[in-house]
């Protein structure tokens, strides 16, 4: 009569009619249904499609299911149960089979970048270790340098001292010789003691004492790590010469300094000499000619002669510069 389809209201709904038809016909299996808490005695015989649950009437009409969609549940399981074979046949197509080849294929381009970091990592520690082996190396062949030179210097020090050790313990048998004298002695005997005595003291005197020289070492090795070791690539480390370390006076450094100073010098007035003859005749042909040659000579002719011997001038100091280095650290 009111288009109501009976057999989806509940008990409440039908209570909302004025002229509720066949209503005492109609009976409900209350026992069949679970009832709702917050609702009394509101079964659970409503399936929202919306929320996919089970709802009472209350819930449909004035609570937080009110306007979805809803339907029966066995209509409802009736409609979806061709569903599960459609899921299947979804969940075994060709995508899946996309699935397992980009599975494989991220696995084997780990694999491979797994195996490459690998390798890298091997080549990183032969490369250090080939490395730490040419720095032991050197750093042996720097030490063994430094004991040569210690050698040098027991070899320069030790008989001295040892020479003036010897002195001194003899004066100092003197001393006692010349204060153990007993006055009882018989005049002969004292006279001869005395006479000794004054002999070796004489000749003791008379010993010539060594000369203190002012020496040095010569390179330092601080010197040539920051002037060489620092300034040198990787990669030429095994083709640096280990310089030999002496003890030598100062006067004599002073010397080497000065000869290769004063070598470069005499070398760049040689080299310059045929520059400044050609320099000398332009400087007559000037003299010599019009004046309108004499200002090309000035502009042009003698720009180019300057800038010749500044570039020149630059090179010889460099080379002086160098050569000086490295006769103060390879004598």
């Known amino acids: 009569r009111y288009g109501c389809r009976v057999e989806n209201c509940c008990e409440t709904c039908l209570l909302l009619f004025e002229n509720p038809c066949c209503v005492d016909r109609i009976t409900f299996p209350l026992e069949s249904y679970m009832t709702l808490e917050i609702h009394y005695r509101q079964p659970l015989n409503i399936y929202c499609l919306l929320d996919r649950k089970l709802v009472c009437g209350h819930c449909l009409t004035i609570g937080k299911h009110h306007g979805h969609p809803i339907d029966d549940l066995q209509s409802a ?13 979804q969940l075994t197509d060709k995508h ?9 294929n991220l696995e084997e381009q780990k694999a491979q970048c797994g195996s490459i970091v690998q390798e890298d990592k091997k080549t990183v520690l032969q490369y250090f270790k080939r490395l730490g082996d040419a720095l032991d190396q050197k750093k042996q062949a720097l030490l063994a340098a430094l004991d040569d030179v210690n050698m040098q210097i027991e070899t320069e020090y030790e008989p001295l001292i040892e020479m003036l050790k010897g002195i001194r313990e003899e004066q100092l048998e003197l001393m006692s010789l010349n204060t153990s004298f007993q006055e009882d002695e018989s005049p002969l005997h004292f006279l001869e003691k005395v006479e000794e ?23 330092r090795i601080g010197q040539v790590l920051k002037d060489v ?8 480390i095994n083709k640096i010469l280990i310089p030999k370390i002496k003890l030598i006076s100062k006067q004599k450094v002073c010397t ?18 045929p520059l400044a003859i050609i320099l000398l005749s332009f400087i007559l042909l000037t ?18 002669i300057f800038d010749t011997l500044q570039i020149i001038y630059q090179d010889l100091s460099k080379r002086l510069h160098i050569a000086v280095e490295n006769t103060m650290i390879y004598p």
């Open 96 to 104: 899946w089979s996309e699935v397992c080849l980009l599975i494989q």
């Open 256 to 273: 080497q300094d000065c000869d290769n100073e004063t070598k470069p010098a005499k070398k760049s007035f040689w080299s310059l000499s």
């Open 229 to 236: 070791w620092s300034k040198s690539e990787i990669n030429q």
């Open 287 to 304: 003299a010599a000619f019009s004046q309108h040659i004499l200002i090309f000579i000035n502009e042009i002719i003698f720009p180019y």
């Open 197 to 219: 005595i004054r002999q070796r003291v004489k000749i003791l005197r008379e010993k010539p004492l060594p000369m203190i020289k002012p020496v040095e070492i010569h390179p």
């Open 77 to 89: 399981y009736m409609k979806e149960k061709e569903t599960p074979g459609r899921l299947l046949e």
